[in-house]
């Protein structure tokens, strides 16, 4: 997450070249993957070719370039006029929000694993080929790549836990909309909100880290967001996919089920967390806010 010294970052278009790259070679994949496939059986072997002469080349920029922005981030305490001068010894420790940050990633991990590890079994099951399957898959990332872009003002301007109560909500709408589906093509209108459900909930998740942590744990709050949506959410998603069994005789069926029941838990996470936020934290944050206000800090232009 590095910042300019100019009082804006450029992670959000550091992450859209990402999206963009997702969309693309996820349909390429699953076209490639299509060409060879003999019956029921994929072959894979064009798609892992094509996986290993993108690493090479990524190995090779990585290596050779001079001018990535791998530098440490700057001073992020900053206005559109100038930096905040505050020493860190003046900066609150945020503990308890940053555990509760880490909860919320958790359980979106959570919800994001039970519907990705198994979607493609879940379309699968209902006839759809290889390439339907890469393009649904990835259908998402590409109106991600516009908002990344522009992703800190939109994020500033909404607010963060806001963003979040937002993924929440677009949970029920997409395991909603999988549990309905009888024919794989309807599944591309569940799958555009992702764009809610990873690509604004990633960006939102790290711009509240980084001003959660200190300058020097900066690698810190990169890493946890990671851990807890990508590790321990995934792995936690994965078994409970795994475990709720309706029907041994019909993965489709199992599926719905257990899509319908993460439909619901996440509506009822999404009213708790609006209640709690709204209710208790805001106005204690926004009390906080004003009280430290009589001793703001010097702004450097």
Not at 119 to 125: G, M, S, T
Not at 180 to 209: K, N, S
Request: aromatic share 12%; net charge neutral.
């Amino acid at each position: 997450t590095r910042e300019t010294s100019c009082g804006r970052g450029d992670v959000g278009r550091q992450l859209a070249f990402g999206s963009l790259g997702f969309t693309m070679f996820g349909s390429i994949s699953g076209y490639l993957n299509s060409l060879y496939s003999q019956g029921t059986s994929p072959a894979y072997l064009l798609p892992l070719i094509l996986h290993a002469v993108l690493m090479l080349l990524a190995s090779i920029v990585a290596v050779c370039a001079n001018g990535m922005p791998l530098s440490p981030p700057e001073w992020w305490w900053h206005t559109r006029s100038g930096m905040v001068a505050v020493p860190m010894s003046a900066i609150k420790r945020y503990g308890s929000e940053t555990a509760a940050l880490v909860l919320v990633l958790t359980i979106l991990g959570t919800f994001w694993s039970v519907m990705d590890s198994y979607l493609p079994l879940y379309l699968h099951n209902l006839h759809a080929d290889s390439l339907t399957i890469a393009i649904i898959l990835t259908i998402g990332a590409l109106p991600a790549t516009f908002f990344l872009w522009k992703s800190e003002n939109f994020v500033d301007y909404c607010g963060h836990s806001n963003l979040l109560i937002i993924a929440f909500t677009m949970y029920i709408v997409r395991f909603t909309g999988l549990s309905l589906i009888d024919e794989p093509w309807w599944a591309l209108l569940a799958e555009a909100f992702e764009l809610f459900t990873l690509g604004v909930m990633w960006i939102t998740a790290i711009l509240y880290m980084r001003h959660l942590i200190p300058r020097n744990m900066t690698v810190t709050a990169q890493a946890l967001p990671v851990i807890a949506h990508f590790c321990v959410g995934r792995c936690l998603g994965a078994l409970i996919g795994a475990y709720i069994d309706l029907d041994p005789n019909s993965n489709v069926n199992s599926l719905k089920y257990v899509y319908r029941c993460m439909a619901v838990t996440s509506a009822i996470i999404a009213v708790l967390y609006f209640i709690l936020y709204h209710g208790f934290l805001k106005p204690r944050c926004h009390a906080q806010t004003a009280h430290n206000s009589r001793h703001a800090p010097s702004i450097l232009q």
